[in-house]
């Protein structure tokens, strides 16, 4: 596609998720079916209910550009929780009221900048620069539960939102 002064080709990818499910049972007689679905808090069942990641491109054959934007919805910090509420469910071992169990929705954006070299009729190289987290957000902070979280365990889900901050990369790719 050429865009007025501009040769070169625009690219726009999008991936969509949007979990609806996502139970676990223990197997024991008399256990309760928890779904996980909408849970962004610390912990290997951290399920979002939705993601979204979309990249734009840009190639102008050198050089190529690229912005990467991710999406995490918001949710519950942990499954089992209940929010307090007055005239609200009473706290039980299974479903222990919080003041607050919920966690907001994150954005990112990344750069890519990329520009290719000819090394003859096979070979070429790339350098390239990239920046993640252009933003430099920090990521949503939970806590573990009432006895808060503790040094062994990071208060967020590592998994879902970018800890390091903004980190900038750069380097050459070869193509033989």
């Known amino acids: ?33 928890i779904d996980y679905a909408g849970t962004n808090g610390p912990g290997a069942n951290s399920i979002p209910k939705r993601r979204l990641q979309s990249v734009l491109g840009y190639n102008a ?8 934007f991710r999406y995490i919805s918001s949710g519950k910090n942990v499954a089992t929780h209940i929010e307090c509420q007055t005239g609200g469910l009473a706290s039980t071992p ?27 009729e096979t070979a070429s190289s790339e350098l390239f620069f990239n920046v993640r987290n252009l933003l430099n957000r920090d990521p949503e902070i939970t806590a573990r539960g009432p006895g808060g979280t503790n040094y062994n365990f990071p208060p967020t889900s590592v998994g879902l ?8 990369r750069a380097g050459v790719r070869f193509k033989m």
């Open 94 to 120: 299974q479903n222990i009221t919080t003041d607050n169990n919920s966690v907001k929705a994150a954005y990112y954006l990344e750069l890519n900048v990329g520009y290719d070299i000819a090394m003859g």
């Open 161 to 168: 939102y970018d800890t390091l901050g903004r980190v900038f």
């Open 1 to 33: 596609m050429q865009v007025g002064a501009f040769d070169g080709d625009i690219s726009l990818r999008m991936l969509a998720t949007r979990f609806l499910k996502y139970e676990i049972n223990n197997g024991t007689v008399g256990s309760i079916i």
């Open 61 to 68: 054959d050198p050089i190529n550009l690229g912005l990467t």
